[in-house]
């Protein structure tokens, strides 16, 4: 009984720092201590940015709040403990003051070249504008290494999730599924398709109200404003399908408004936009054919 109860112990604590050290999936999982790694470089470097401060912080902690109960335990009044009479401690006071900003520096340094490259957007092989309504989102491939390609899409909430959420639609959410993961209200119609190794810029602006565009896989959350045009740049490292939504309340259906994107290898995706610039090219053709008014026929003379 002693030992299966150890035992449990053990593999909770096992758990709990898997955690929080990081080594979660790519998609934030549930009861998930800790954020993602990601599957970026950006995502990675700011989980370990993070991690520096955590560990900073812990080991802060532990000093501060170990000689406060020392502190407590071995000089209390019960035990007869007088307080000292002194003013002042000059080394002491030179070492908490230049300690703490030795650790800033620290800290501070990985963390500002960190947002210089994050603000890096240029020499990027692929530009995607994206685009938030209420309630869905528009993506547009501006550019694939420097070619128009004429495709975009608009990506709304999935129909399984669309009818689960239905008042009185009777449907449990948790049914609907996108495979063997849990998709209600995490899934779309149209997936944001993006080639692994390639560096995306992002254009990010809005129509309506304002929307955030946020992918904890990526590694950052970037407002789209009415007006104003907002950028920024990912390179997925691994391929995958990598969730995320809307992250500025935008009205009565700002939870229905997910994001995903899926990673394929550089050559699957050329075959996928190849495909989808062959249906906007027919969808175009048609569209051309059913404006063009019939000739007349020939007067009979």
Not at 34 to 41: C, D, E, H, L, R
Not at 177 to 184: C, M, N, Q, T, V
Request: hydrophobic residues 50%.
């Amino acid at each position: 009984m002693i030992s299966s109860g150890v035992q449990r112990a053990r593999r909770a604590f096992a758990l709990l720092a898997s955690l929080a050290s990081g080594a979660a999936f790519a998609n934030p999982q549930p009861w998930q201590l800790n954020m993602t790694p990601g599957v970026t470089s950006i995502s990675q470097r700011i989980h370990g940015v993070h991690m520096l401060a955590f560990w900073v912080c812990v080991v802060i902690g532990i000093i501060v709040f170990g000689a406060m109960i020392v502190a407590m335990v071995r000089f209390r009044k019960s035990k007869g403990a007088v307080a000292a009479k002194w003013s002042h401690n000059t080394m002491m006071e030179a070492i908490w003051t230049v300690v703490p900003i030795v650790i800033l520096v620290v800290m501070a340094w990985p963390a500002t070249k960190l947002l210089v490259d994050m603000a890096d957007a240029k020499d990027s092989d692929m530009t995607i504008k994206v685009t938030g309504y209420q309630w869905k989102w528009r993506y547009e491939y501006v550019e694939y290494y420097n070619k128009a390609t004429g495709v975009n899409f608009v990506s709304s909430l999935d129909a399984d999730s669309n009818k689960a959420r239905q008042l009185d639609s009777g449907i449990d959410p948790h049914s609907v599924k996108d495979g063997d993961f849990s998709s209600y209200l995490l899934n779309v119609d149209k997936p944001l398709v993006l080639p692994v190794g390639v560096k995306v810029r992002f254009v990010i602006t809005a129509d309506d109200v304002i929307h955030a565009w946020w992918v904890p896989s990526l590694g950052w959350k970037q407002d789209a404003i009415p007006g104003i045009i907002n950028d920024n740049w990912t390179k997925i490292d691994e391929p995958g399908t990598y969730r995320g939504q809307c992250a500025e309340l935008c009205g009565k259906d700002h939870g229905f408004m997910p994001i995903v994107v899926k990673a394929l290898p550089k050559a699957e995706f050329e075959q996928w936009l190849a495909a989808q610039q062959a249906a906007a090219a027919a969808a175009k053709a048609g569209a051309t054919a059913q404006a063009t008014p019939a000739p007349a026929p020939a007067s009979q003379g």
